[in-house]
């Protein structure tokens, strides 16, 4: 017996602890994504900025300080996507926690402008950061557990940011808690979930640049055994860079946009996703001057978050059920719901009733929040892991890109410098090109596949 325990290598009391402790630390990374949402402030940043305590213009806000949240995140992207997998996740997301604390010390203490653009710096690492904790947990199980913990992260952050809505309006609406004081509370949050991040076990590998210096470990041992044999290292010294496993993806990315279904859904992560978050940016500011509130119990920011990310959540779900020949049918499903969110832009921009407005908002997420899994499947599963997560960090750093290019075009008190509502206006435009575009590429595949049918 003793001998077969030494061949198969650990006993089998090490065997059975490691799924569990897989599981405590799967439970440990969802609690912390769960506690890093908490953030009851964070639905009011914009009627705190706005307010007599902090004293900011619309247009300060509008074209000075909110503009800044789209520079530092495309900056900040890359760097802290490969500093993720270099690091091992862990060091990013106590980055992340670090981040936090700083934003809500400066909303509590800074009162210049230059101040709230440096707190807008640091949201934008935060938003890089997100990447850390997504790609964290599949460094903690094995491929076969991939979508399970997958669910249980996402359901959790969901869970996190629901809560903190939530929590924020009450605090808010019925316990007549300032601005201020959600403020503190927020950062008495983040102050705790660095204290976890701190606690959280470190991965021992990762996709790409730890995976390499596995395989290089692998090789050297295998070069103690057989020292004789040829390394690869030593055979070609000057094209390791070549033939390591981020190149060789870098590669493989070329090929890959020759697939129909990939790349229009990458394209639709890319252009659609720009649109949604510039909608999200500066819809707080589009409701204050909509319905500029004569006393602060008239603010119902998180309780619409709340009530936008359940209605979410359940959209995404929904999502997951939905069985149509997607190769032919893509197009046209991504043109009507992109043509539904232009009108509900439209909606938003020319109504002066704030619970339309609210009503709006949460449907423009819901449609978004819908085609986000169906777009992570098609992309995904003709595709390896590690394949995988390059493509959707191209696919963001091309949005990231854009996003930029239309803030300075369009908010950026440098360029046109638009107040928020003729903002609305060009991304109602915008996304009705994008509809149009859709629903001619649909005409497009439609009409080929019967004709290829008779």
């Known amino acids: 017996m003793a001998d077969v325990e030494e061949q198969n290598g650990d006993p089998p009391s090490a065997r059975v602890k490691e799924p569990r402790i897989w599981n405590w630390s799967v439970v440990f990374l969802c ?6 949402m908490l953030k009851p402030g964070e639905p009011f940043i914009t009627p705190l900025l706005l307010s007599e ?4 213009t619309k247009q300060q806000v509008t074209n000075e300080i909110t503009p800044v949240l789209s520079y530092a995140y495309m900056v900040v992207l890359v760097p802290v996507f490969l500093l993720t997998d270099y690091l091992r996740y862990k060091p990013v997301l106590i980055l992340q926690s670090l981040s936090y604390i700083s934003i809500w010390l400066i909303l509590l203490f800074g009162t210049t402008l230059l101040e709230m653009q440096f707190m807008e710096f640091f949201y934008g690492i935060t938003m890089a950061a997100r990447v850390a904790y997504s790609s964290y947990i599949f460094s903690l199980v094995t491929p076969a557990f991939y979508q399970k913990v997958a669910s249980y992260s996402r359901s959790s952050v969901l869970m996190g940011v629901f809560t903190s809505s939530v929590l924020g309006q009450l605090c808010f609406s019925l316990g007549g808690v ?4 959600l403020s503190k509370i927020s950062l008495g949050f983040v102050t705790f979930s660095f204290g976890l991040s701190i606690c959280l076990p470190w991965p021992k590998r990762s996709l790409f640049f730890n995976r390499a210096k596995q395989e290089e470990a692998a090789s050297t041992e295998l070069d103690k055994i057989n020292p004789d044999s040829p390394s690869p290292t030593q055979a070609q010294p000057l094209s390791a860079w070549r033939n390591s496993v981020f190149f060789q993806m870098l590669k493989e990315l070329l090929n890959l946009v020759k697939l129909p279904q990939l790349r229009l859904w990458s394209l639709w992560w890319i252009f659609n996703s720009a649109g949604y978050y510039l909608m999200v940016y500066y819809v707080h500011i589009l409701w204050n001057e909509v319905y500029p509130p004569d006393e602060n119990r008239r603010v119902y920011n998180g309780g619409v978050d709340a009530a936008s990310t359940l209605l979410g959540a359940i959209a995404s ?4 059920f939905v069985k149509i020949r997607w190769s032919l049918w893509s197009e046209l499903v991504i043109g009507i719901i992109t043509g539904i969110q232009a009108a509900l832009l439209l909606l938003m921009t020319t109504t002066s009733e704030i619970w ?6 949460a449907l423009f997420r819901s449609f978004y929040q819908f085609l986000v899994p169906i777009a992570i499947f098609q992309i995904a599963s003709s595709l390896t892991k590690e394949l995988c997560a390059l493509v959707f960090g191209v696919n963001t750093f091309l949005a990231t890109i854009l996003k930029t290019i239309i803030t300075i075009i369009v908010a950026d008190k ?8 003729p903002q609305f206006f060009v991304y109602f ?4 090109l994008l509809t149009v575009s859709y629903f001619g590429s649909a005409a497009y595949v439609i009409i080929k596949h019967f004709r290829k049918t008779r």
């Open 31 to 36: 609690f912390y994504g769960f506690m890093s």
């Open 53 to 56: 305590e902090k004293n900011f």
């Open 178 to 181: 300032t601005y201020s004081s």
């Open 317 to 320: 779900f929904i999502a997951g």
């Open 356 to 361: 339309v407005c609210y009503v709006a908002y």
């Open 414 to 421: 440098r360029g046109l410098g638009l107040a928020v509502h």
């Open 429 to 432: 435009g915008y996304f009705t």
